[in-house]
Nanobody, 128 residues
Framework: VQLQASGGGLVQSGGSLRLSCTAS????????IGWFRQAPGKEREAVSC????????HYRDAVKGRFTISRDSAKNTVYLQMNNLKPEDTGVYYC??????????????????????WGQGTLVTVSS
């Protein structure tokens, strides 16, 4: 099981980037996929996750309305479209995969400890 995150870069505040998380050796289709980020000196935090059961999604409050997570099963890839980027979005972005089902409330797994497989990070830098 291998995950490859890509698409990071340097962008000005208000700009956009699209991150990709591509799997090799397995199909992403039935996995929950999460994007997490780690800013310098801070702990890794969940950004957005998409369910492997029903493609339901979760976003942290700070990115709602700006980021969109989506799945392209034909390309075995999950995307994170990031619009209206802000300097506080700067960090290394990681994608993870888990076979966990939604919880009893139907919410997608979106905590670090729930994820079993990780890709290397891709750096996003947003300048002011």
């Amino acid at each position: 099981v291998q995950l490859q995150a890509s698409g990071g870069g340097l962008v000005q505040s208000g700009g956009s980037l699209r991150l990709s998380c591509t799997a090799s050796g397995f199909s992403l289709e039935s996995y929950a996929i999460g994007w997490f980020r780690q800013a310098p000196g801070k702990e890794r935090e969940a950004v957005s996750c998409i369910s492997g059961e029903d493609d339901s999604t979760h976003y942290r409050d700070a990115v709602k309305g700006r980021f969109t997570i989506s799945r392209d099963s034909a390309k075995n890839t999950v995307y994170l479209q990031m619009n209206n980027l802000k300097p506080e979005d700067t960090g290394v972005y990681y994608c993870g995969a888990t076979e966990r089902y939604n919880d009893y409330e139907g919410k997608v797994a979106c905590r670090q400890y729930e994820y079993d497989h990780w890709g290397q990070g891709t750096l996003v830098t947003v300048s002011s």
